[in-house]
């Protein structure tokens, strides 16, 4: 619990799923007079989208919010260990503007949207996003969805690599978002034009007219008569460009878990087909379970061997599908060679100033015992087992993440095992010391043998186990 929100307190706990929680921590606790009636039945009575699911629960005349965060992923958490171009920023930012845009249509208010990272939770896309809307009575002080959303922006880009903060601080201090009585829709158009075509094209965001189409239509108009003077010289060298900048097709492997699931669907289908066939056998319900049959065990091997098919452009480069691990790409050969060699030519310098690493004991006694001083590590530390042997590993950055990570994902800690989630912990430096925090993984986290509730920290002190699916973390500290 690290803040207030409208004047209430909020915590994430367990009640048939994650939630976060919002209550008054005083006398009276939150009263109906203090929520909005006509918002409230809003909210009820239909299922807005990209809104964080509200229930409303009455305990002993005390009102609390409880928001359902099942399947969900905090974009504060997100931002630390996933990179967001400025394509992904913007694609962010065009749907969160868009659901508070469409809010309108169930007559709520702008006031109501709580737009912090840490209140915004998004899915399995960028664009999936699920923001958090507080019920309150409308506030009398003055507030700006312009700015709110220009906070909100720079709060996001001040997480992301220096180049991409660069671009985006610089185009948020242009005019290129003023404040108008039309402000979402200015933020709807300007952050389309940030977003490249290709992403537009990909993930399915409304996509710009290009305009080949109406080049080509200009050059079939204008063929019966060549020696007519035309401006279309010029979108002649345009279409050329379009015609270059080409899409190819290629395969990207999925997951193993997704593998699983598809083939769990393919014999579910199968069994159907047949069970039908072996009910009412004839010629024509044998010849279609047959050849459904065929086609789906080769969209397997497919899916399975090569991956799923995607268009890419001809300067994207492709992620090979034949190894678990992603492959090192190279310019040319000559940085090849270079990063080939840098591995002998550590190992060879480190054998020629082995000397002044080496300290040689010296004791005339033969059987003595030499003392080597305290070998014991010191620090924040984490004891597992490994193949029955123990290792310690050094928690060395106050945001320590824990989980499988992926190529373009990094954890601090590495488990490969099944059932861990790519960041699935997460171990914060706090002002009492070191605190556990589970960070939205699929399969949960405990805590000497207790679970603990997603995004809730838990202080660590030393000799607390941690457990995360089969794998067991001693803390030291």
């Given at each position: 619990m690290t803040e207030e929100l409208f004047g209430l307190r909020y915590e994430f706990v367990y009640q048939h799923g994650h939630c976060m929680r919002l209550f008054k921590d005083d006398g009276e606790g939150l009263t109906?007079?203090?929520?909005?009636?006509?918002?409230?039945?809003?909210?009820?009575?239909?299922?807005?989208?990209?809104?964080?699911?509200?229930?409303?629960?009455?305990?002993?005349?005390?009102?609390?919010?409880?928001?359902?965060?099942?399947?969900?992923?905090?974009?504060?958490?997100?931002?630390?260990?996933?990179?967001?171009?400025?394509?992904?920023?913007?694609?962010?930012?065009?749907?969160?503007?868009?659901?508070?845009d469409d809010s309108k249509n169930y007559m709520l208010h702008e006031t109501g949207f709580v737009l912090k990272d840490n209140f915004i939770f998004i899915g399995s896309d960028w664009s999936d996003v699920f923001l958090t809307y507080v019920p309150m009575e409308q506030s009398t002080k003055e507030w700006s969805v312009c700015n709110a959303i220009k906070d909100l922006m720079r709060q996001i880009a001040s997480k992301l690599n220096d180049k991409v903060k660069q671009d985006i601080d610089?185009?948020?201090?242009?005019?290129?978002?003023?404040?108008?009585?039309?402000?979402?829709?200015?933020?709807?158009?300007?952050?389309?034009?940030?977003?490249?075509?290709?992403?537009?094209?990909?993930d399915g965001l409304p996509k710009p007219v290009r305009k080949q189409n109406r080049i080509i239509n200009q050059i079939n108009t204008t063929t019966s008569n060549p020696l007519e003077e035309s401006p279309i010289n010029t979108p002649i060298l345009d279409v050329k460009q379009d015609i270059n900048n080409s899409q190819t097709a290629s395969f990207y492997p999925i997951t193993q878990r997704a593998q699983f699931f598809v083939l769990i669907g393919i014999i579910l289908v199968m069994a159907f087909l047949w069970q039908h066939h072996v009910s009412s056998p004839t010629t024509s319900s044998l010849h279609l379970s047959a050849g459904i049959t065929i086609l789906l065990a080769d969209l397997w091997f497919v899916l399975k061997f090569l991956g799923l098919p995607r268009y890419r452009s001809d300067g994207e480069k492709q992620v090979p599908f034949f190894s678990d691990k992603p492959e090192k790409h190279f310019e040319n050969k000559k940085e090849a060679i270079t990063v080939s060699n840098v591995e002998p030519q550590d190992i060879q310098i480190h054998y020629q100033n082995l000397h002044m690493h080496t300290t040689l004991i010296q004791n005339n006694a033969r059987n003595a015992t030499v003392f080597l001083g305290?070998?014991?590590?010191?620090?924040?530390?984490?004891?597992?087992?490994?193949?029955?042997?123990?290792?310690?590993?050094?928690?060395?950055?106050d945001h320590f993440t824990i989980g499988r990570g992926d190529a373009n994902l990094?954890?601090?800690?590495?488990?490969?095992?099944?059932?861990?989630?790519?960041?699935?912990?997460?171990?914060?430096?706090?002002?009492?010391?070191?605190?556990?925090?589970?960070?939205?993984s699929t399969n949960g986290t405990s805590l000497n043998g207790e679970p603990i509730v997603t995004y809730q920290s838990y202080l660590l002190k030393d000799g607390d186990e941690i457990q995360i699916v089969c794998q067991t973390l001693i803390f030291r500290y």
């Open positions: 109906v007079d203090a929520l909005s009636t006509l918002q409230i039945k809003m909210l009820e009575a239909n299922t807005i989208p990209n809104m964080l699911p509200l229930e409303i629960q009455e305990i002993d005349h005390r009102i609390s919010l409880l928001y359902s965060l099942t399947a969900k992923r905090m974009l504060a958490q997100v931002l630390k260990v996933e990179e967001l171009s400025k394509s992904q920023f913007a694609k962010l930012m065009y749907a969160i503007v868009c659901a508070i610089a185009w948020l201090d242009t005019d290129a978002l003023p404040c108008t009585p039309q402000t979402l829709q200015n933020f709807k158009t300007n952050l389309l034009k940030l977003m490249d075509l290709q992403t537009l094209v990909h305290n070998l014991k590590p010191e620090g924040p530390r984490l004891e597992v087992q490994m193949q029955g042997m123990p290792k310690s590993v050094p928690i060395l950055s990094k954890a601090d800690y590495v488990l490969e095992e099944a059932g861990v989630s790519r960041v699935h912990a997460e171990i914060t430096k706090c002002y009492k010391g070191y605190a556990l925090k589970d960070t939205g």
